[in-house]
């Protein structure tokens, strides 16, 4: 598959939601705002999220997926899962709260529950939000997904009792959804996983095979990207705008098993970056030298030297990007960390 040019800078996929998202919510439980008047209010935040990226010259973009959450707490529309498990029919009925993490049992998910099988038409929307942020910029647009052991290992199973198979059927619906967004022009694919340290060896192994399943038939001038992360969930039972923290960073760091994953490149934490040393092959390495665990603006010199602290990862291997989205931030941090990339790329030579 494609590479990036070396240092080529992108963001993990999501954007600062406005303080002011969750009062519009309000204002539609209510009955006081109408949902075309939020679904607006998303766009235009979108609209603001590829602003600011262009501003900072990010190379490749994201929508900052504004229009898959009315807020910013766990709760549907989450951006990562409930928005996607609703548009999926075998996902039925009301959300639950579940524990996500051995770390703390009070942090949990509202999880929605699989009670049929998992078919392969469903369109998840990814090609609409292709054509509405390529309508907006002309810089290259890359699509985010979550991967299928997050959406299968999040949910509750009444269908299968069979997490593997489960993964699988996920694996073919994000396949014909991965093929529609390249038939659309789309050259920038990426798949989420924040949950393999904290998983058992055999369930990354069947989570790794699901994945390599749904990029099946991409053509090799799209550029696929895995991001694996420790988590970002905040601080409480309910996000307070407080920093979040690694609640998956426990138990072994499976790079060995995330190099098996057939793409482009992958997207970690600027910490985790030793782990892939002797295992990446041709592929890239995207080092999320900007921490979004971290409330101050980094400078372009500490980008750099963070990236430069990986000795062994060759220059045209290099992907500067951030630890993962920078939703919970202000969008002055998080506009100040964007520039922070590009000023590292400037000085990298990128």
């Not at 609703?86 to 999880?111: L, M, N």
Request: net charge negative; with cysteine; hydrophobic share 40%.
């Amino acid at each position: 598959m494609v590479r990036y040019p070396r240092y080529a800078t992108t963001v993990i996929g999501a954007y600062s939601v406005p303080d002011w998202y969750e009062a519009l919510d309000r204002l539609v439980a209510a009955g006081q705002l109408s949902i075309g008047a939020m679904t607006d209010a998303q766009f235009r935040a979108g609209e603001a999220a590829i602003h600011d990226q262009e501003l900072a010259d990010i190379d490749v973009i994201t929508g900052g997926e504004m229009h898959r959450r009315t807020h910013n707490r766990h709760s549907p529309p989450n951006a990562m899962l409930n928005y996607f498990w609703q548009k999926i029919p075998a996902f039925q009925g009301s959300t639950r709260p579940k524990p996500i993490t051995p770390q703390d049992q009070d942090v949990f998910h509202p999880a929605a529950t699989c009670r049929d099988r998992i078919g392969e038409t469903t369109d998840l929307g990814l090609v609409d939000e292709f054509k509405m942020v390529s309508a907006l910029t002309r810089k290259p647009v890359k699509i985010t997904m979550t991967g299928p052991h997050m959406l299968a290992k999040v949910a509750y199973d009444e269908y299968y009792n069979d997490l593997p198979r489960m993964m699988m059927d996920l694996a073919r619906l994000l396949r014909r959804n991965f093929r529609l967004l390249a038939a659309a022009g789309c050259k920038n694919i990426q798949i989420d996983e924040p949950l393999f340290t904290m998983s058992d060896e055999a369930e990354v192994d069947a989570a790794v095979d699901a994945i390599n399943v749904a990029l099946e038939g991409l053509l090799d001038d799209i550029h696929v990207s895995m991001h694996i992360c420790q988590g970002n969930y905040a601080v409480g039972k309910e996000y307070d705008a407080q920093i979040g923290h690694r609640y998956f960073d426990t138990g072994r760091y499976k790079a060995d098993k995330v190099c098996k994953i057939n793409c482009s490149s992958y997207l970690i934490e600027y910490d985790m970056a030793y782990h892939y040393e002797g295992l990446l092959g041709d592929r890239q390495l995207g080092v999320g030298a900007v921490d979004v665990q971290d409330p101050k603006v980094e400078t372009g010199d500490t980008v750099a030297r963070r990236i430069l602290a990986c000795k062994w990862l060759a220059a045209d291997q290099t992907i500067i990007t951030s630890s993962c989205g920078f939703n919970h931030l202000p969008r002055r941090t998080a506009m100040g960390k964007l520039i922070a990339m590009t000023e590292a790329r400037q000085i990298l030579g990128g």
